[in-house]
């Protein structure tokens, strides 16, 4: 061998050395990305207290919107202590300022009001959040109404941000099936740590909406679930590859980034009512029906599509 030629490195040796590189770089990829979370920021949107002013026409009108904030199963404490914060213009003594103010069913409400619709109060809810972005995370955790609304807004937008971070970084030369999954190799360790970030910082965010406490330590057994399924679900992905076609290419890599993080959002939005797990069968239904809708939304992301 010439003078100053490399001896060849062994390639058992070699593969050894690249997978604890990998790992390294993925450590290294996961704690910058964790750094980025601030459940203190997400908790601070979250308690900001709202006062909610009602404008009607008699005291049914105002009990009938005040029901709707505040529905009559909630604990007695609860209920009396949010009605301090909603105020009826017929009050002697003018309410602060107010975050809100809903009108009657049938009275005109005034632009940067809301008309209460008793005959479709989903209508109502979904008019405020598309009003009001900035307050949705607050109103769900202070006012139930709003809370399946915005968890599912949470959810829905987390999933859509994960494929699209998956998307773009897909190389379609080296993902050529759903068998190879893109996150089993090092070099897609980046991916990894996004996605598994995106969904500790959904966490803070649902559990902020159900008025519940955030932050590493005290969702620590969530997130330990997070960072432990980060594989786990993927490997439903594997079982379910050859059962549910969705083409080549980076579009795969969108639609299990999709679906993995609707699984994660929806057991978590079921651990906060149910306080208790999601079932492995309903598990597997939501990835399932979420593969389907996550291919739509990877192929909206395609730069190569038509």
Do not use: C
């Not at 490195?9 to 070699?14: A, G, N």
């Not at 003594?93 to 809301?114: K, N, R, S, W």
């Not at 959810?155 to 494929?163: G, L, M, P, Q």
Request: aromatic letters at 8%; glycine letters at 8%.
């Amino acid at each position: 061998m010439a003078k100053g030629t490399p001896h060849p490195v062994p390639l058992e040796r070699s593969a050894k050395t690249g997978s604890l590189i990998s790992m390294l770089k993925y450590v290294k990829q996961a704690r910058a990305a964790f750094s980025m979370l601030n459940p203190d920021e997400v908790r601070k949107r979250a308690v900001r207290p709202l006062h909610i002013g009602l404008v009607a026409t008699s005291g049914a009108g105002y009990a009938e919107m005040e029901d709707f904030l505040l529905p009559a199963d909630l604990p007695r404490e609860v209920r009396m202590l949010m009605m301090e914060r909603i105020h009826r213009a017929s009050e002697p003594v003018p309410p602060p300022q107010v975050d809100l103010v809903f009108y009657e069913h049938g009275i005109e409400a005034p632009e940067g009001t809301v008309g209460f619709n008793r005959l479709d109060p989903s209508e109502t809810v979904a008019s405020v959040l598309r009003q009001q972005e900035e307050l949705t995370l607050a109103l769900a955790s202070q006012f139930p109404a709003f809370r399946k609304p915005v968890v599912d807004q949470i959810i829905h937008s987390v999933a859509r941000e994960n494929a699209l971070f998956a998307v773009a970084t897909a190389l379609p030369n080296v993902v050529p099936n759903l068998i190879e999954l893109p996150w089993a190799f090092g070099e897609f360790a980046s991916d990894t740590a996004f996605l598994t970030a995106n969904q500790v910082r959904m966490a803070f965010l649902i559990s902020a909406a159900h008025g519940k406490e955030i932050g590493f330590a005290p969702q620590k057994m969530q997130i330990g679930s997070i960072v432990a399924g980060a594989f786990g679900w993927r490997a439903i992905a594997r079982e379910l590859a050859g059962k549910i076609p969705l083409g080549g290419g980076l579009i795969p890599k969108g639609a299990i980034a999709y679906a993995g993080t609707m699984v994660v959002g929806k057991g978590l939005e079921y651990f906060h009512k149910n306080n208790r797990h999601l079932p492995q069968e309903h598990h597997e239904r939501v990835y399932r029906e979420s593969l389907e809708k996550g291919r739509a939304v990877a192929e909206s992301f395609d730069p190569n599509r038509p």
